[in-house]
């Protein structure tokens, strides 16, 4: 585990899930008030008491658990959290509550999609509906001195939502991942292409300087379009393709950010699910 100071009182968790460093990162927003913003999976959820304790924040000053969707390296860990967080509500997508309350069908979908990657983030702990927050777009949470903003950024998912708070923006898989200059779509099934597009043109919209990715950390505000551009890019890509194998060779071609991604990805056994499953997930929602 490890902590970096992103913005002022803004830290960047990785949760090093399934043991591998810079996968996944929570981010926890002290203003007096605290926001954990996305929780990892259950599998880490271990890691937050010794982050707490580390930045001298009282579990019980927690007062949101922010999740940008339900799937399980997002929202997996929010069940563990109420618990260690006696205070704290959950901040969730109207579509994505049902999924915190009673897991059960979100457990048995990740499952038959992810197999055994399900079981590296594990089963979610269901939460009552008394510790749910459901959001509405454009809705406003005070935290401290700041607010966190809403916004529903449907496309990666139905339920994605994407927060703001003091000029950075926490957009979860909805503008793709991110890592040194590097931006690649993520679109798992059920992926729809022009929710995607329109909720990157309401990102792009904002008033953010920053963007804090799950995967994999701190980006500047062009990449929003830089994420259009490349989902308009491989659109046209992807039709001119017969099959997952012949997108991802050609975009191994052409796509020199794909290329980097798959460099470092190849080996992690995260790598099907951010490549083989993502091109899938892309190509049936453009009609391949
Ligand atoms: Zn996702």
């Known amino acids: ?22 996968i996944v990162f929570s981010y926890i927003v002290d203003r007096g008030d605290v926001a954990v913003v996305e929780t990892g999976a259950e599998k880490t959820s271990g890691v937050f008491p010794e982050v707490f304790e580390e930045l001298g924040i009282k579990p019980e000053k927690v007062k949101f658990i922010a999740v940008t969707h339900v799937h399980l390296d997002h929202g997996g860990a929010a069940g563990s959290l109420v618990r260690i967080c006696e205070k704290a509500k959950v901040i969730v997508h109207p579509r994505g509550a049902e999924h915190l309350i009673n897991p059960e069908r979100l457990w048995r979908a990740s499952k038959r999609v992810l197999n055994e990657i399900a079981e590296i983030y594990g089963k979610p702990l269901p939460i009552e509906d008394s510790r749910i927050v459901v959001s509405e777009d454009n809705s406003e949470f005070t935290l401290g001195n700041s607010k966190i903003k809403v916004v529903h950024t449907p496309g990666h998912a139905p339920h994605h939502q994407s927060f703001v708070l003091d000029k950075i923006l926490f957009p979860g898989d909805s503008a793709g991942v991110y890592k040194d200059g590097h931006v690649i779509p993520t679109t798992p099934p059920v992926f729809n292409f022009e929710k995607a597009v329109e909720s990157i043109r309401k990102m792009r919209r904002l008033n953010v300087e920053r963007i804090a990715y799950t995967h994999f950390g701190i980006g500047e505000k062009e990449m929003l379009d830089r994420i259009e551009e490349k989902l308009f890019e491989w659109k046209d ?52």
């Open 237 to 288: 890509l992807a039709l001119s393709c017969e099959s997952v194998e012949g997108m991802h060779e050609k975009l191994l071609e052409v796509d020199e950010d794909y290329r980097f991604f798959w460099e470092w990805l190849k080996k992690s056994k995260f790598a099907e699910s951010y490549f083989h499953l993502a091109l899938r997930g892309f190509m049936e929602a453009v009609g391949r």
């Open 1 to 22: 585990m490890r902590i970096s100071e992103v913005a002022d009182g803004v830290y960047a968790v990785d949760t090093e899930i399934g043991g591998e460093k810079g």
